[in-house]
């Protein structure tokens, strides 16, 4: 499950979405339930979420997972499909004008945890907005196979014996 949250100028909003089985079957399979592509995806949100509050702005992106976090920060990633998915995170900045920093936050200390654990009520008390929920196309599915088809990669072959 998926959350972010924005602030700007003493105002909060939050969205949260579940990632749809055809996002999720663009993930490479991995033992950890895909904890950085979810952290990935939760980074795509936010950007397309609020982007209109993002555009030409000086934006911090706050991160409990240091693999997302290193990852964004340098806009690549070791796993060709978290990389994809950093390189569409960047083009969607450049394309917002926004200048950003990515800042490591203690998962204790993330306040977009609540919504992508669905716990709404502390937000709700605090006066923070719940909006509408936005995932551009280029963290969808059908982006990541153009991506392939673009850069000719495909899945890593496994040439392990039976």
Same mark, same amino acid.
């Given at each position: 499950y998926l959350g972010a949250v924005a602030f700007y100028e003493g105002k909060a909003w939050f969205t949260h979405m579940a990632p749809s089985q055809k996002i999720m $079957?663009?993930?490479?399979?991995?033992?950890?339930?895909?904890?950085?592509?979810?952290?990935?995806?939760?980074?795509?949100?936010g950007l397309s979420t609020f982007e209109e509050l993002l555009e030409g702005?000086?934006?911090?992106?706050?991160s409990d997972n240091t693999g997302s976090e290193v990852s964004v920060r340098r806009g690549t990633a070791r796993a060709l499909d978290?990389?994809?998915? @950093?390189?569409?995170?960047?083009?969607?900045i450049v394309r917002l004008r926004a200048? @950003?920093? @990515?800042?490591? @936050?203690?998962t204790n200390d993330n306040i977009a945890d609540l919504p992508s654990r669905a716990d709404f009520g502390i937000l709700r008390n605090?006066?923070?907005? $719940?909006?509408?929920?936005?995932?551009?196309? =280029?963290?969808?599915?059908?982006?990541? =196979?153009?991506?392939?088809?673009?850069w000719k990669l495909g899945r890593p072959v496994s040439t392990a014996k039976s």
């Open positions: $079957e663009h993930f490479w399979s991995r033992a950890d339930n895909q904890i950085m592509g979810l952290e990935l995806l939760a980074i795509s949100l702005k000086k934006v911090i992106i706050h978290h990389a994809q998915l @950093v390189h569409a995170q960047w083009f969607h200048e @950003v920093f @990515v800042k490591r @936050v203690a605090m006066g923070v907005t $719940e909006v509408r929920l936005q995932l551009e196309v =280029e963290y969808q599915g059908d982006a990541s =196979e153009i991506l392939q088809e673009r």
